[in-house]
């Protein structure tokens, strides 16, 4: 006979819509990231770039309470994934060094709580949180060499993100945007050098997005989460 288990829904639209109030209830119990300042949009929350910080690669391993996956819900490891590297370039009286990097967590979820063995689904939602350049620089060069965007869209299609938890546990959903670190250096000034960070979009089936990957998160034995 078949053992049968039971399926759990959890429908992202409320998860982003309690998101905020969520995040600052339970973040000392479940994550350590930092707060990023959001701006209300009618579509949702426009996370600001300039709030968000460069992490190292090598700090983000899978783990039974971590799990990694890329914008097509494929669990990933990160060792594996290959960041664009020093590209470099000379306009006009600019070098240009680009990289691709790894940006701090944007909590993309509310906290919900499922029991062992049970089968988690998460469902596609529209998108309801975007990332914001509100640093805007050499947006015309830019254009030239890898495009330019003032805002991009999280994408919330995690319907493949599927998994059983072998004990209870508390999932949370965060989203690491990937962006381009902007190295140059001018030739004919006193202060030659500026970095800053400026989005990478990536192209899903119905339209561009953040570039980035997400973590579903997992705390055990916090019974007083809310439930799903």
Do not use: W
């Not at 990694?68 to 240009?96: A, H, Q, T, V």
């Not at 140059?184 to 980035?212: I, M, R, V």
Request: aromatic share 12%; glycine share 4%; net charge negative.
């Amino acid at each position: 006979m078949k053992k049968t288990i039971p399926i759990i829904l959890i429908t992202l639209f409320s998860c982003v819509l309690a998101g905020c109030s969520t995040r600052r209830q339970v973040s000392q119990e479940v994550t350590s990231s930092n707060e990023v300042t959001q701006v209300e949009e009618e579509s949702g929350y426009a996370y600001k770039l300039s709030e968000l910080h460069e992490i190292n690669q090598n700090d983000l391993v899978s783990s039974d309470t971590s799990q990694f996956y890329d914008l097509e819900g494929n669990p990933i490891d990160m060792r594996e994934i290959s960041l664009k590297r020093g590209e470099y370039y000379l306009i006009d009286d600019c070098s240009i060094a680009i990289s691709e990097v790894i940006l701090s967590p944007i909590q993309i979820s509310a906290n919900y709580k499922v029991l062992k063995d049970q089968y988690v689904e998460f469902a596609n939602s529209a998108s309801y949180s975007s990332v914001e350049n509100d640093n805007i620089q050499m947006k015309n060069i830019l254009q030239r060499i890898i495009g330019f965007n003032t805002i991009l869209p999280i994408s919330h299609n995690l319907s493949q993100i599927q998994f059983i938890p072998s004990s209870d546990i508390v999932i949370t959903i965060y989203f690491y945007p990937i962006c381009y670190k902007v190295e140059t250096f001018y030739y004919k000034y006193e202060n030659p050098s500026d970095t800053f960070y400026t989005l990478k979009g990536a192209h899903q089936f119905d339209g561009l997005y953040c570039d980035g990957i997400y973590e579903v998160r997992t705390v055990e034995n916090q019974l007083n989460m809310k439930e799903s």
